[in-house]
């Protein structure tokens, strides 16, 4: 026969069983690899610039190599640095990037059509969405009330 509980006892009872999260610890692994990828972009920016780029090209060349968390998704590496990092992981290029490979490399079983071209943009589909859909209110606003 089971025992009916109380709000106060079932609180006490989850408080007990749920581990306690290190909060200041995650932030700092967060802080730490968030800023360490967006160093490696700034690093390749100026190294871009330095070798004769203009600030449109160096930005573009960044992005495109960036977009090398895409391989590190397949090789299962970005997995373990965000279970590392965790929202510091997801800074736009390489998170973009990952959320983009990882349904993709999920449902490649499924085939190409069905499987890999129906849910690549499972995750990042909506940000896309949302994304042109606010660009395109504000760009009427900025014309209405220039």
Do not use: H, W
Not at 58 to 67: K, N
């Amino acid at each position: 026969m089971s025992k009916i509980v109380s709000n106060n006892e079932y609180s006490k009872m989850v408080q007990k069983a749920s581990p306690n999260s290190p909060i200041i610890n995650n932030c700092f692994k967060a802080f730490l690899i968030g800023g360490l990828i967006c160093d490696l972009g700034q690093f390749f920016i100026n190294t871009f610039k330095r070798l004769g780029c203009t600030i449109e090209q160096s930005t573009s060349y960044t992005s495109i190599i960036l977009f090398i968390a895409s391989l590190l998704t397949g090789l299962g590496i970005y997995s373990k640095i965000g279970k590392f990092a965790g929202a510091g992981s997801i800074v736009p290029i390489t998170g973009f990037s990952n959320s983009v490979t990882a349904p993709a490399i999920e449902f490649k079983k499924e085939g190409l059509i069905l499987g890999l071209g129906a849910k690549i943009f499972i995750i990042a589909g909506p940000v896309i969405l949302y994304g042109i859909l606010a660009s395109m209110v504000v760009g009427i606003f900025y014309y209405i009330f220039k």
